[in-house]
Nanobody, 121 residues
């Protein structure tokens, strides 16, 4: 069992930066691939980024490539999402996910409660 808690979401102006964190419980954090998804009002949840259990492999949605960076610190049981040059279309609830098998858009094993990111124009 893995419990995930996101933090770091807030209101930011267009072009600004934010770093989201996802703290995981349990001693098996390093066994899980981790990822970020987001859901904007009236839209379906969409994949943002993923990182493998070792931290070596990463993948990104085309919409965030070059602006967002996913990372993890297995010693701290924490994953991060550095978001730069934020745009109004990045406004969404951002969810952290963990998956023992998949690392990408099909991740679906454990989920956090989400953190709200609002980008004002």
């Amino acid at each position: 069992q893995v419990q995930l808690v996101e933090s770091g979401g807030r209101v930011v102006q267009t072009g600004g930066s934010l770093r989201l964190s996802c703290a995981a419980s349990g001693r098996t954090f390093r066994s899980y691939n981790m990822g970020w998804f987001r859901q904007a009002p009236g839209k379906e949840r969409e994949f943002v980024a993923a990182i493998t259990w070792s931290g070596v492999g990463t993948s990104y949605a085309d919409s965030v490539k070059g602006r967002f960076t996913i990372s993890r610190d297995n010693a701290k049981n924490t994953m991060y999402l550095q978001m730069n040059n934020l745009q109004p279309e990045d406004t969404a609830v951002y969810y952290c996910t963990a998956d023992s098998v998949r690392a990408g858009p099909l991740m679906d094993e454990y989920w956090g409660q989400g953190t709200q990111v609002t980008v004002s124009s």
